[in-house]
């Protein structure tokens, strides 16, 4: 039976990536070796992690503008610290959207002021704030682009001279953005670019070296920039998937097609949703993710034939965070519009079986 698989990540990816990598497990390039025994500093892996670079700043439209691609290790969470650790000397700004910018906001504070510049704390998450006054005296501030827990996502970034920093771990390459308006961007792997293990980050280099601290050579953007990514051994296997990946996003049309895909996806679920008295969406409509859709039971005594029924048809995945409850379809690049389709024929089952 086909799978399903909705799960928030570690995510699928292309069918095609995985049948790649799998060879490249047995014998890479015909050397005779694996993709995870050669050396990271062979030509061979040098290529990948270059054309993975390369990749991600062509598909991003931020060739030639000053930025640099990066693939580290320690996911975003490391990120949250790294970020602050570079930029942050005096004070900085968060917005607080859910359970990951308040980790962010945790890990700044190690380093200076931290100001909550809005939150959308106050009914759970459930929404975007909108409306909110920015000072002109931050160092940067940060926001996270899509939040998976509570399936909301920010359609219209702050505007202002700050550095903006964006974690887009949840639907980086998923919509076409104006991304020369980020400083900062940086995102784990295991959404919608390759296997948990790297994190790509990509930063405008005339950002960097303005605070006074010493920064831990690990830690450090210019020590990374400057080795090329490879400052000590790089996640070898994870990288190499994330390109491919990559190669799969440009080959299929880039972030445009990707979009216009993504959010056919987005429409048949939410319009489901919206229209089957059984169940409830959780995010306000108007900041509603394309890339993870939650959702909840009107009757939660239907929840056992509920989920016995996405059992049956192969569906995988789809129960919530424990702070939203309910459902959650996590639809990130690689999710079929078959596979979002099976989903909403079992809601609309459910729906007349009642």
């Known amino acids: ?44 892996f040098v290529d990948i992690m270059e054309e993975a670079r390369s990749l991600a700043l062509e598909l991003l439209g931020l060739e030639g503008k000053g930025y640099r691609a990066l693939f580290l290790q320690g996911g975003a969470s490391t990120q949250f610290l790294m970020a602050a650790y570079n930029l942050l ?10 359970s ?23 009914k759970n998450f459930n929404y975007i704030p909108k409306g909110y006054e920015i000072p002109k005296n931050l160092d940067y501030l940060h926001c996270t682009s899509n939040n998976t827990i509570f399936g909301t996502q920010i359609k219209d970034f702050p505007v202002s001279n700050i550095p903006l920093v964006c974690d887009m771990s949840s639907d980086i390459f998923s919509r076409q953005l104006d991304f020369s308006q980020f400083s900062l961007i940086y995102a784990g792997a295991q959404k919608n670019m390759g296997p948990s293990g790297t994190t790509m ?14 920064i831990p050579s690990m830690l450090d953007y210019q020590v990374h920039i400057s080795k090329g ?16 990946t990559l190669r799969w996003l440009k080959k299929l049309g880039g972030i445009a097609a990707m979009e216009e895909l993504n959010e056919k996806k987005a429409k048949l679920i939410y319009s489901e949703i919206d229209l089957n008295p059984l169940f ?3 995010a306000v409509k108007e900041d509603r ?21 996405c059992k049956e048809a192969g569906i995988n ?9 309910g459902y959650r379809a996590s639809m990130y690049n690689a999710m079929t519009i078959e596979s979002v389709a099976t989903l909403v024929d079992v809601m609309g089952d459910l729906e007349r079986k009642a």
Not at 89 to 98: E, H, K, L
Not at 229 to 244: E, H
Not at 289 to 295: C, G, H, I, P, V
């Open 280 to 282: 409830n969406g959780f």
């Open 229 to 244: 990514s490879m400052f000590n051994t790089p996640p070898v296997f994870a990288v190499y998937v994330s390109m491919l």
């Open 100 to 122: 990951w910018s308040g980790k962010a906001i945790k890990e700044a504070k190690l380093f200076g002021e931290v100001l909550e510049i809005a939150s959308s704390k106050d």
């Open 201 to 214: 980050v990509v930063i405008k280099e005339d950002i960097l070296g303005k605070i006074e601290r010493q």
């Open 317 to 325: 995945g789809v129960n919530g965070h424990r702070s939203v409850g």
């Open 1 to 44: 039976m086909k799978k399903h698989n909705f799960s928030a990540g570690p995510s699928i990816l292309p069918q095609e990536v995985f049948k790649e990598a799998s060879q490249a497990i047995l014998d890479y390039n015909n050397s005779g070796l694996s993709i995870i025994e050669i050396s990271h500093r062979s030509k061979d």
């Open 89 to 98: 000397q005096s004070n900085a700004g968060y917005i607080n959207t859910g």
């Open 289 to 309: 993710s394309d890339m993870n859709a939650t959702f909840t039971l009107a009757n939660e005594d239907l929840k056992e034939t509920f989920d016995t029924m």
